[in-house]
Structures are given as structure tokens and as C-alpha cells.
T-cell receptor
Framework: DAKTTQPNSMESNEEEPVHLPCNHSTISGTDYIHWYRQLPSQGPEYVIHGLTSNVNNRMASLAIAEDRKSSTLILHRATLRDAAVYYCILRSGTYKYIFGTGTRLKVLA | SAVISQKPSRDICQRGTSLTIQCQVDSQVTMMFWYRQQPGQSLTLIATANQGSEATYESGFVIDKFPISRPNLTFSTLTVSNMSPEDSSIYLC???????????FGPGTRLTVL
């Protein structure tokens, strides 16, 4: 299973954009890039996913490098409720998610 | 989407005993997954449970320690057997659902073994 590398932690000020990076240099052509986040005392929740093109939804944007070896989750305006651990996961034809260590995002008021 | 509930939400157990965790989904799903999240750690997949077949366990997890049942398409149980303090973790179930087959997770069961 392909692996991802993320910074352990990041900080952001409230109302400012946040860029959460993820490296996945061993990604294969069929791997989708998924992002989940885990709020305190909750199970992970889906944020966004993509294959090659950049993606936008109501929660976030996903920017994927042209060579697909890295991606960035973008929260356009961080709020205190966005404080969570963010996981970048590669998923191919298998159903399994292999969670990495994730990035703990702290949002400062 | 899918709404998942787990019982119990938390428990404190004695060493050597067993605990069965229930996972209920509000709709029929083919695959259900069980994860363990040790204190301060990420999630580790324990096994995949399909209805009508034996669960498939990941490396490092065995059926004798973590027996799983999947009697129908909306329910599964995970038993943590012969518990030791090292089993103190949050146990989460999840299902594949949704437009993009994203996974939906239950709230977790926080287990403390004394």
C-alpha cells in the first residue's frame, strides 16, 4: 500500500486560509487521494478526494500536483471548529484505508 | 451517507475479561470495517467484515483475540477477548457508502482495561 507523509502539526489564525501538505511519492496511476479529518472525540469524517484534477467542495479544496506526488488540502477560511487531525490517504481499487500519522491543525482565535 | 452508532460508547474492564462492541448502520452495506486507535495514535485497520463470510484480518490481528460477527447487512460486533491494559484504545467501525464510496465512521468505543 502506498504511503503518505504529512507534517505532524500546523497552526493557523482564525479566518485565514490553511494549506495542509501531503507527500505521496509512490502513488500509482489508479490511486485516489482522499482526505479525512478527525475532530476531538469523534470518528474521522470525509473531507474531499481527487485523482488528477483539482477539486472543490463546500468544505475544502484539493490541489494535486501535476506529477501527483504531492497534494494540498486548502481550507479557505479556518474556523475554530476546523481544529482537528487531518489525514491524507491513498486509495486504489482495494477498499482499505491505510491511515498515516496525520496533521494536527490548531486554529488560533 | 450513513449513520453509524456504537455500543457501548465507553467501558472500563478488568484484565482477562472480554468485551463485545456493537456497530449498527442505518442502511444496508456490504463491507464493514473495524479499526483500533491507541491513545494519541492514528487508526489501524483490524479487519473487514462481509455479511455471510469470515472476517478478513490484517497483519498483527487474529480471530481468537478479536472475533467478529456479521449476522446481517446492518450490524456487526467486535469482541476484544482476554483483555490486557495494552488493549486500552478507541475501537471504531466504519462502512463504505456514499456517492464516492467514502467511508463513514461510528463515534467509537473508548475501552480502558485495568
Amino acid at each position: 500500500d502506498a504511503k503518505t507523509t504529512q507534517p505532524n502539526s500546523m497552526e493557523s489564525n482564525e479566518e485565514e486560509p490553511v494549506h495542509l501538505p501531503c507527500n505521496h511519492s509512490t502513488i500509482s496511476g489508479t490511486d485516489y487521494i482522499h482526505w479525512y479529518r478527525q475532530l476531538p472525540s469523534q470518528g474521522p469524517e470525509y473531507v474531499i478526494h481527487g485523482l488528477t484534477s483539482n477539486v472543490n467542495n463546500r468544505m475544502a479544496s484539493l490541489a494535486i500536483a501535476e506529477d501527483r506526488k504531492s497534494s494540498t488540502l486548502i481550507l479557505h477560511r479556518a474556523t475554530l471548529r476546523d481544529a482537528a487531525v487531518y489525514y491524507c490517504i491513498l486509495r486504489s481499487g482495494t477498499y482499505k484505508y491505510i491511515f498515516g500519522t496525520g496533521t494536527r491543525l490548531k486554529v488560533l482565535a | 451517507s450513513a449513520v453509524i452508532s456504537q455500543k457501548p460508547s465507553r467501558d472500563i474492564c478488568q484484565r482477562g475479561t472480554s468485551l463485545t462492541i456493537q456497530c449498527q448502520v442505518d442502511s444496508q452495506v456490504t463491507m464493514m470495517f473495524w479499526y483500533r486507535q491507541q491513545p494519541g495514535q492514528s487508526l489501524t485497520l483490524i479487519a473487514t467484515a462481509n455479511q455471510g463470510s469470515e472476517a478478513t484480518y490484517e497483519s498483527g490481528f487474529v480471530i481468537d483475540k478479536f472475533p467478529i460477527s456479521r449476522p446481517n447487512l446492518t450490524f456487526s460486533t467486535l469482541t476484544v477477548s482476554n483483555m490486557s491494559p495494552e488493549d486500552s484504545s478507541i475501537y471504531l467501525c466504519s462502512v463504505d457508502k456514499g456517492l464516492y464510496n467514502e467511508q463513514f465512521f461510528g463515534p467509537g468505543t473508548r475501552l480502558t482495561v485495568l
